[in-house]
């Protein structure tokens, strides 16, 4: 961690985003007037600060996917404490997807995921 963190950041999410919208395009192409479920392309793991406690209970994340491949919104189950949610949500806001096709057309789409700490 620097002080260039943020810059650093926003560097590697613009390339992602990049790489994303390309491989959409080929995905798009690929899987031309079909229909197919979402992929995910990009993971990233939450990160708990410092001294907070892995969820022990099962904990899923209902995800709203745009037709770009994007997280539009998180909604967390079983994280009970908010420091945990917010970087959980954090993390998941980042995840990225080659979208839902319907007749070969990306649509928006929500997606349960279970989550493991």
Same mark, same amino acid.
């Given at each position: 961690?620097?002080?260039?963190?943020?810059?650093?950041?926003?560097?590697?999410?613009?390339?992602?985003?990049?790489?994303?919208?390309?491989?959409?395009t080929?995905?798009?192409?690929?899987?031309?007037?079909?229909?197919?479920?979402?992929?995910?392309?990009?993971?990233?793991?939450?990160? !708990?600060?410092?001294?907070? $406690?892995?969820?022990?209970? *099962?904990? =899923? +994340?209902?995800?709203?996917?745009? &037709? %770009?491949? !994007?997280v539009?919104?998180? $909604?967390?189950?079983?994280? *009970?404490? =908010? +420091?945990?949610?917010?970087?959980? &949500? %954090?993390? !998941?806001?980042?995840?990225?997807?080659?979208?839902?096709?319907?007749?070969?057309?990306?649509?928006?789409?929500?997606?349960?995921?279970?989550?493991?700490?």
């Amino acid at each position: 961690v620097t002080n260039q963190l943020q810059k650093a950041w926003a560097y590697y999410h613009q390339r992602d985003l990049v790489t994303l919208r390309d491989a959409v395009t080929k995905y798009i192409a690929q899987f031309s007037g079909a229909n197919h479920g979402l992929v995910p392309v990009l993971m990233p793991h939450p990160l !708990l600060p410092d001294g907070i $406690e892995k969820p022990a209970d *099962p904990a =899923a +994340a209902i995800l709203d996917v745009s &037709a %770009e491949g !994007l997280v539009t919104h998180v $909604e967390l189950e079983g994280i *009970p404490l =908010a +420091a945990a949610q917010h970087a959980t &949500a %954090e993390a !998941l806001g980042g995840w990225m997807f080659l979208p839902q096709l319907e007749s070969g057309t990306p649509v928006a789409t929500k997606v349960k995921v279970p989550l493991r700490f």
